[in-house]
């Protein structure tokens, strides 16, 4: 059975868009990924120098009424730092969505010697 031009063309057009759907994938899989290391890294560093005004007591009977005032001032703000975060990576998924994206691969090409 012969494969007419046309068949042959619908056949590397689904190719090619499959192909560009991965890497609209692999783009979207990897921005977002940065993303969450960004604002999570930044609420990881913040916790680091100031987690003591909120942390010194082990547990909550433990801690005095300022630790806990500023725990609570914390866990509002990580909220809000996570509530933005996460609203701005979906605003980016769905601004990647809209755009073709082509991956240019990693090659190599070989030049004979004489």
Request: net charge neutral; charged share 35%; glycine share 6%.
């Amino acid at each position: 059975m012969d494969i007419t031009k046309q068949q042959l063309d619908k056949i590397k057009e689904g190719r090619r868009q499959k192909f560009l759907d991965s890497c609209r994938k692999r783009l979207s899989g990897i921005a977002e990924s940065k993303m969450k290391t960004t604002f999570i890294g930044a609420l990881d560093a913040f916790e680091k120098e100031f987690g003591d005004l909120w942390a010194a007591g082990i547990n909550e009977e433990e801690k005095t009424e300022k630790e806990l005032e500023w725990f609570d001032k914390w866990q509002e703000v990580r909220t809000l730092i996570l509530n933005n975060g996460n609203n701005q990576l979906r605003i980016l998924l769905n601004e990647i969505s809209n755009h073709v994206v082509e991956w240019n691969k990693y090659s190599v090409t070989f030049l004979p010697k004489n």
